[in-house]
């Protein structure tokens, strides 16, 4: 055989076109975990120098600004000051809790979070009496979706100056997103994930420049079965983490 | 995908896994079918695919376009070299490229090895592919490789110089003195 024919013969080969699309699925599952592994650690890289920094400028401010203003002792003072206001207390009494609390200039904002929704009268018996209370169209109505309550607190004026109900709607998660959540619930081996839903509204106290603000978190709820088990992952979408596993139901097919 | 698509989904990608992943569907394919016409087998070729894409993850943040004469490497030949060279340390140290951090899951692994069976029957049936495959084998890694990237791939001398960092001369050096071994080394082929 010339050299020629060789070449022609090999030019005339069929190639296989052969594809393992279960091998693909997995590994790209996997360099989408390192992935947003990488992108979590690298973030936590440029966020410590920063945290560092802005330690040193808390410890430079809290010695050149009234020290209520931040730190464990503004935090006390305000808890202080709210206990004394009525709307507040009637809150706290009926079961809600303080989900997060914030300092801007002289002034505490807490975010107060009912564990179960209140029905329209146990509502208005609570802050009917509230002078504070905003009388928004959202506060006269059974809230649909979940309400939280942001608290305003005066520390110069010792009082509590705001009480604002915040209505957190739940919003539908994108593809994307259950994606995401999907990869970030690290189900075990074997369990097989049954549904990605939103969680439960849920806000956080965000602060924009002078201003605090409550805004709703990313959350997923990842429920899948695992041992013969059904477990709830609850998953912060933005921040790349588990907060919660929990076990909710046993086999049904057991006892 | 065209060149700047591809320019401007790796920029991202250095930030951005979900980038990654697409640039990883487009390639999988071509870089899995490469590695497959170098082994002339699928669980090897699976392997070494992982490492390919793991490497390539990795590395991403230090992959640069140079901008030669022209036009410089691209991604996929960046990620051809990468599975060449991962092809080069499986055939020296002649064990399989098992990733310790790629581990398949075990919900699907019956899945896959029902797969990887029906593609090495689906493999079986080129007898053409295999008889040269194997003859090809048998040369120096360096012929392996073009000849592969030429003849298996159709890969112009341009493309191979890019792949494996040589100039243009050299693979037509190398494929030349490879096709020369692989006929004086071929059995006699009946017509």
């Known amino acids: ?255 | 995908m065209d060149f700047n698509q591809e320019r401007q989904l790796v920029k991202e990608a250095k930030k951005n896994s979900e980038a990654f992943t697409r640039l990883y569907d487009y390639y999988y394919p071509r870089i899995f079918g490469y590695v497959l016409k170098r082994t002339g087998d699928v669980e090897i070729s699976k392997d070494i695919v992982s490492e390919t894409f793991i490497k390539a993850l990795k590395n991403i943040n230090q992959f640069q376009w140079r901008q030669t004469i022209g036009i410089g490497p691209n991604f996929g030949s960046w990620l051809y070299r990468i599975a060449s060279n991962e092809i080069s340390n499986f055939f020296r140290k002649q064990k399989p490229v098992t990733s310790l951090e790629f581990i398949s899951d075990p919900r699907s692994e019956s899945d896959l090895h029902n797969e990887i069976i029906e593609a090495q029957t689906k493999l079986a049936r080129h007898e053409d592919f295999i008889f040269f495959q194997k003859q090809i084998v048998l040369l120096s890694l360096k012929y392996q490789e073009v000849l592969v990237l030429r003849f298996f791939e159709k890969k112009k001398v341009k493309e191979i110089a890019e792949i494996l960092g040589k100039s243009q001369g050299t693979i037509k050096s190398l494929l030349h003195r490879g096709l020369i071994k692989l006929r004086k080394q071929m059995p006699p082929i009946k017509d």
Request: no cysteine; aromatic share 6%; charged share 25%.
């Open chain 1, 1 to 255: 055989m010339t050299e020629q024919d060789l070449i022609k013969k090999l030019e005339q080969i069929k190639v296989p076109e052969i594809e393992l699309i279960t091998h693909k699925k997995e590994l790209r599952t996997y360099l989408l975990k390192q992935g947003f592994k990488k992108e979590s650690s690298k973030l936590g890289r440029q966020v410590l120098p920063m945290g560092l920094a802005f330690v040193v400028l808390l410890a430079l401010v809290f010695n050149l600004t009234n020290f209520w203003q931040l730190g464990p002792a503004g935090l006390a003072l305000a808890k202080t000051i709210a206990m004394k206001d009525s709307g507040f207390r009637s809150l706290i009494e009926s079961g809600a809790v303080v989900v997060d609390i914030q300092m801007a200039d002289s002034k505490a904002y807490m975010l107060v979070s009912l564990v179960e929704p209140l029905i329209k009268e146990e509502f208005d018996s609570v802050m009917g009496n509230s002078e504070l209370l905003l009388k928004a169209s959202s506060v006269a109505e059974v809230p649909e979706s979940k309400s939280e309550f942001l608290v305003e607190i005066n520390l110069k004026d010792k009082k509590v100056s705001q009480i604002s109900e915040v209505t957190i709607p739940s919003s539908p998660l994108s593809d994307q997103d259950k994606e995401k959540a999907g990869l970030i619930a690290d189900i075990p081996a074997g369990a097989i994930i049954q549904e990605i839903k939103p969680a439960p509204p849920q806000a956080k106290l965000i602060r924009k420049g002078n201003e605090i603000k409550a805004e709703a978190t990313s959350k997923a709820t990842v429920i899948y079965r695992s041992q013969q088990k059904t477990w709830q992952a609850l998953v912060d979408i933005d921040k790349n983490i588990i907060e919660s596993i929990e076990f909710i139901e046993k086999d049904a097919t057991k006892d």
